[in-house]
């Protein structure tokens, strides 16, 4: 029903639609007619016709027992000469990134979304960085806000509180990863927290192939930080720092395997 509005169907002598079931028919079908007409008896006549089987030649060859205005309706429908032609949006040439920004046009645009979702992202660790920046981490002041109260120190430090900008990557131990895997960052003055540290890599004005590769290595520091974090809490499995960054540079070896940098 959403999509309806979007799309727009013409009619040939050889169409294949379904004469009941698509809206070919001033942007409704047949059965949305009927049953608005309260006459959804005659449907089962009808309903596994084609539309090329009421049409001789040019003109329409309309069954019997349809009210004059359905008949006027359709007769007003033009048959193309030509092979038929559906439309998206006025569009024939069609991209999945026509669908895809239709789905998502009601949703508002954030400036964090080509961090995360670029060309050569990886769905494994961009799911959870998008998680990150959305909050959806159940980090312990997260989860304080849901009434739910744990412990609420970070277990790398020790020493402060778990929060998503601590744990990405104000702690000394998540910001040692970035230090090891993003040349520059040692550069900085202050530990950066996750939208900092995306920032930062959008800022060096890397070509696009390289700037994507230090965007999956960011994403995936999310994913497998997130995954220390969970081994020590829930697993017992303490790595140290070095372990952790020889996890990311395999996953991110394997994944670039390939790759014009």
């Avoid at 050569?120 to 660790?125: L, P, V």
């Avoid at 959305?134 to 109260?149: C, M, Q, Y």
């Avoid at 778990?162 to 230090?179: D, N, R, V």
């Avoid at 927290?193 to 060096?204: A, G």
């Amino acid at each position: 029903m959403e999509i309806k509005s979007c799309i727009t169907f013409s009619v040939s002598a050889y169409s294949n639609l379904s004469f009941t079931w698509d809206p070919w028919c001033g942007g409704s079908s047949i059965a949305d007619y009927l049953h608005n007409q309260n006459s959804l008896s005659i449907i089962p006549s009808i309903s596994h016709w084609n539309i090329s089987q009421f049409i001789r030649g040019t003109s329409w060859d309309l069954p019997n027992g349809l009210d004059d205005c359905l008949v006027s309706l359709i007769n007003s429908v033009t048959i193309d000469e030509q092979q038929e032609n559906h439309c998206w949006k006025d569009k024939q040439n069609l991209k999945f990134s026509d669908f895809n920004s239709h789905f998502y046009a009601t949703l508002p645009l954030v400036n964090w979304y080509k961090y995360i979702w670029h060309k050569k992202s990886a769905i494994r660790y961009s799911v959870y960085a998008w998680m990150a920046f959305r909050g959806g981490l159940k980090t312990t002041d997260v989860l304080a806000v849901r009434g739910i109260i744990v412990p609420n120190t970070c277990c790398f430090c020790n020493t402060e509180k778990e929060t998503i900008s601590h744990l990405f990557f104000e702690c000394h131990y998540t910001f040692g990863i970035a230090i090891a895997l993003l040349p520059w960052m040692h550069r900085m003055f202050m530990r950066p927290n996750i939208h900092q540290l995306y920032d930062t890599i959008w800022e060096q004005g890397f070509p696009t192939n390289t700037r994507n590769y230090y965007l999956l290595i960011a994403s995936s520091m999310v994913y497998f930080v997130w995954r220390a974090r969970n081994d020590r809490l829930f697993g017992g499995i303490i790595d140290c720092k070095a372990t952790t960054i020889a996890k990311i540079r395999k996953a991110i070896s394997i994944k670039t395997h390939g790759w014009k940098i």
